[in-house]
């Protein structure tokens, strides 16, 4: 009984560490994220308030229609430290999540960003960056996690919703985890190690710019965070990066054409 409590409390710890580390000051919270959404754990069907992608065009997620979309695969070659590393981009199963990262990669949103979480104790977790506010050199190290991309059109933070297909599925739900939505099916895009998913703060629909590497297969976050690709070269390059580490430059380097950005 004793390991089973100290695990409970590992998985507790870090993975609330990811969720403080979400997206705007104002949905940060101290709650955790459950750490008992696994993928495969056996629920109930599908609930029909899960929103499907063709729903979402009739605007069931507000805003849905203004972001941009991914139709289809992309590679994204970052580098850190001086050496690049690899990332495929999937929008045939993320397509707006894909979709807001590839667009932010093309805008050099991440050129010069801090990775201002890495957590390898107790166990290997995640190394997270993304924080536009890092940009700036004299930002304080300790609000970095707080902030995401704010269009300068608008003068708002973007904001995509939680996207998360679930294996054998044609669409993905929206808005919602798997456990929330009642779906018994693992998802298709799982958090395998070097797998690249978006950060948020509890809110499902808070995810903006910051996004995490997996350094270790990471079950117990299938379904309640939106993966949208895996490291397929340099997750060496990954695997050293430590906290206050930069992105020196993020570029779109096949793919290009398959992001749809709105008129």
């Given at each position: ?31 955790p ?45 970052m ?8 990332i ?11 979709g ?17 979480r ?146």
């Amino acid at each position: 009984m004793r390991l089973k409590i100290s695990q409970f409390l590992v998985v507790f710890l870090i993975v609330g560490a990811l969720t403080l580390g979400g997206c705007s000051g104002q949905d940060v919270t101290s709650d955790p994220a459950s750490p008992t959404s696994t993928a495969g754990e056996t629920q109930t069907t599908t609930n029909t308030e899960a929103t499907s992608v063709s729903e979402t065009i009739n605007e069931s997620v507000p805003g849905m229609k203004d972001l941009p979309r991914l139709e289809g695969k992309a590679t994204v070659v970052m580098t850190v430290n001086g050496s690049p590393v690899t990332i495929e981009v999937d929008g045939t199963n993320a397509p707006i999540t894909a979709g807001n990262f590839v667009d932010l990669v093309q805008k050099g949103v991440y050129d010069g960003l801090v990775f201002h979480r890495v957590v390898r104790d107790p166990q290997p977790f995640v190394a997270q960056g993304g924080d536009p506010q890092g940009k700036d050199p004299s930002f304080p190290e300790n609000r970095l996690g707080t902030g995401g991309y704010v269009d300068p059109k608008t003068g708002t933070e973007r904001r995509i919703p939680l996207e998360i297909k679930p294996k054998g599925e044609e669409k993905p739900i929206y808005g919602k985890t798997l456990e929330s939505a009642r779906v018994s099916k693992p998802p298709q895009l799982q958090h395998k190690l070097g797998a690249v998913a978006m950060a948020r703060s509890q809110m499902p629909d808070s995810a903006s710019s910051q996004f995490y590497f997996a350094l270790a297969d990471l079950a117990f976050l299938d379904g309640s965070y939106a993966v949208f690709g895996n490291v397929t070269e340099g997750f060496d390059v990954v695997n050293k990066i430590q906290q206050g580490d930069r992105i020196e430059s993020a570029k779109v380097t096949q793919g290009a054409e398959n992001l749809k950005t709105p008129e």
